[in-house]
């Protein structure tokens, strides 16, 4: 029989999503879906994630994302997109017959974590479906193999996203939850950094979301040596020649059609066009990720995390830690992003290990593919929730069967739980309850 | 003896009143708004952005006493979907699916409603696993070009980096970032 099993790696600023069959895996690409309803003004149209490719005006774009910090919180606007990735424009299954490889943030909480299965069981009527986060994912795949050797017991996973930047130990395949170290830097911030420093040093770009996204991802950089570079740009090279940090970026035309792009020294610019100046901000943005408290974040910087998240964990594993560093996230993407990282590393790491990063050609579809291979596992299914399970005992299948940070809250959760149920049973007998006011419960429909 | 000339007129800026040094609070508040600035996506829900322009009429006021939603931007869809799932026939959908589409809550909502806060500390939780401060000093950036900033405005404590930033920094950003 034929199972279709769909991959949907929903992260707050893309989706990465596309269908396998696990008995003939031929590894399609994933398909990115941006994660957001899109209103454009010049086209007077409102794109659902995958339509935005149909957008011709790329000014002044008004995004709604379904995400706040990280977490999923506008159902509505989500429903839209998942209803668009599973018609026939993007993946076209048949969600009745299919299952379903969802993943989810970090620390996801409980009752978010309800509705997820709600919707995967209740509206999309999935046959069974696995929820997990992307780095647990990672052990599957092939980030970490070394030529031909099978994935190390212990590594560290840097998830850098749109919305954080994550830190997790994997200690034989499951996630050391107790180690795992959140830094609030992720592309989002990045990118309206970078659109308030060109808004106040040049042109007003605080409502071009899409177009500083470019800028970002074409331009910027992370340095390795931060005041050579800072004075460079100040004062030019000694040689007389053209600043080599400073470039020039031509800002999309729409009545053109004429893409963005980096001005070349032989290129030509018209009149009618709008050159930004990229100096500093080149390096300085990114650099956030490595000193948050540039701009008043009172984190440690992404190098010292990891080194308080290998703190955290048994110290006779700490050095096949130091030795088993992957990274996936989009902001991984950043040129000079691993020189930089171990340099910094190598300074933290006690003085007997030695510091090793993987990097993937793709840092964004790393999970995807990681995935994929996951799905084409014998032992797929039995990782997974169906909906039978679902119907009969609610989210609490699911509780049971994914193993997260709430493990270990399992006991501490039941106690809370019992005296809570206590409380309520004394309160709530004299209160009506307003129409039209669910209290938090209505999320947690069965089982409860 | 001519009188001896006292020092007042020689009194350190330390002493002096009118040069008020700025206290760590508002210091952090307007850092914690600056960061909260950073965070946001342009969307708020109250304004009638995600309806189309010509239903004016219908978008003026979306939320009803229950806080709940009165148009759903996911019912407007025409999609083909495969199978006989609610989301492919729109058949009606279940109470936990109408209640989650219908209410949204914002992210502090969810925290709140989880429960992790009463979690013991042992166990980690979204709330516990954010990085510790940094160890080390911060440095501070010219909030005008983007050099190092030794120097700090004397009003309002933004760091910039020669004359031609404060006097740009002066008739600018300064003051209004005072909280």
Redesign the interface.
């Known amino acids: 029989m034929k199972n279709i099993i769909a991959i949907l790696d929903n992260g707050a600023g893309s989706i990465k999503t596309g269908a396998v069959t696990p008995s003939s895996p031929q590894h399609e690409p994933a398909r990115l879906v941006p994660n957001a ?1 899109i ?1 454009s003004k010049g086209d ?1 149209t ?1 794109y ?1 994630g995958h339509e935005i490719a149909r957008c011709k005006d790329y000014s002044s774009l ?4 379904p995400f ?2 990280g ?1 999923v ?5 989500e ?2 997109i998942w ?2 990735v ?4 993007v993946l ?6 299919s299952s379903l490889v969802l993943t989810e943030p ?2 996801n ?4 974590q309800d ?1 997820y299965d ?2 995967v069981f ?4 999935f046959l069974s479906y696995h929820r997990c986060t992307p780095a647990s994912l990672i052990s599957h795949g092939k980030l970490l193999e070394a030529h031909g050797l099978p994935p190390p017991e212990c590594m560290l996973i840097v998830d850098s996203g749109f919305s954080f930047t ?1 830190v997790v130990p994997i200690l034989n395949g499951s996630i050391v ?2 180690a ?5 830097v992720g592309g ?2 990045l990118t ?2 970078l659109k ?2 060109i808004s ?2 040049q042109w007003n770009m605080m ?1 071009e ?1 899409y177009i500083m996204n470019d800028v970002k991802e074409a331009c910027c950089y992370v340095s390795t040596d931060l005041k050579k570079d ?1 004075e460079t740009v ?1 004062y030019g090279s000694k040689s007389g020649a053209m600043n080599p940090i400073v470039q020039r970026y031509v800002l999309p035309d729409m009545s053109t059609n004429r893409k963005g792009r980096i001005l070349r020294p032989e290129d030509m610019v018209l009149d009618s066009e709008q050159v930004l100046v990229m ?3 080149r390096f ?1 943005v990114p650099e956030i990720l490595f ?11 992404l190098a ?2 990891i080194a ?1 998240s290998i703190s955290c964990l048994p110290e006779d594993l700490q050095p096949m830690f130091w030795e088993n560093i992957g990274l996936i996230g989009g902001n991984t993407k950043f040129p000079g992003f691993q020189e930089r990282l171990l340099s910094e590393l190598q300074s933290l790491a006690p003085m007997n290990s030695e510091v090793v990063l993987y990097k993937s050609d793709d840092p964004i579809t790393e999970a995807y593919k990681s995935a994929e291979i996951f799905a084409a596992k014998p032992d797929f299914p039995s990782h997974c929730v169906t909906r039978s399970e679902y119907l009969e005992s609610g989210s609490n299948a699911s509780r049971r069967k994914f193993r997260d ?1 709430k493990v ?2 399992e006991k ?2 039941v106690n ?1 739980a019992v005296e ?1 149920t206590r409380d309520e049973h004394s309160r709530s007998q004299p209160i009506i309850r ?5 209290r ?1 419960s ?2 947690r ?1 069965q089982g409860r | 003896m001519p009188p001896k000339r006292t020092r007042e007129h020689l009194s350190r800026q330390v002493n002096d009143p009118s040069s008020s040094t700025f206290a760590p609070e508002l210091l952090a508040k307007r850092a914690r708004n600056h960061l909260d600035e950073l965070e946001r996506s342009n969307h708020s829900e109250l304004t009638s952005i995600d309806v189309d322009d010509d239903e004016d009429e219908a978008s003026a006021v979306k939320y009803t006493k229950g806080r709940a939603r009165q148009t759903l931007i996911s019912d407007k869809r025409n999609l083909k979907l495969a199978g006989s799932s609610p989301a492919a026939t729109k058949k009606k959908s279940t109470m936990n699916i109408r209640g989650a589409l219908l209410y949204r809550k914002n992210l502090a909502t969810w925290v709140d409603e989880s429960g992790i806060a009463s979690f013991p500390s042992s166990v980690p939780s979204y709330l516990t696993a954010a990085t510790p401060p940094s160890k080390y000093p911060s440095r501070l950036l010219c909030t005008v070009c983007g050099y190092w900033g030794w120097y700090k405005c004397r009003k309002c404590a933004m760091p910039y980096c020669d004359l031609n930033c404060e006097g740009i920094h002066l008739e600018t950003r300064c003051e209004r970032r005072v909280v």
């Open positions: 309803i209103r007077k409102t659902f008004h995004y709604r994302l706040e910090k977490y919180v506008d159902w509505d606007a429903k839209a209803d668009g599973f018609s026939e424009q076209g299954v048949n969600t009745t017959e970090y620390f909480l409980p009752n978010i509705v709600q919707f209740e509206e999309y009527e994550h939850w107790s795992v170290r959140r830094l609030d989002k911030l309206n950094h308030e420093l106040f040093r409502d979301t800072m100040r100096g500093n901000e300085s000193r948050p408290d540039d701009i008043g974040l009172n984190q440690s910087g010292s995390t308080i940070w270990q809250a501490a959760h809370h809570r307003p129409r039209g006011r669910p938090g209505t999320s429909g």
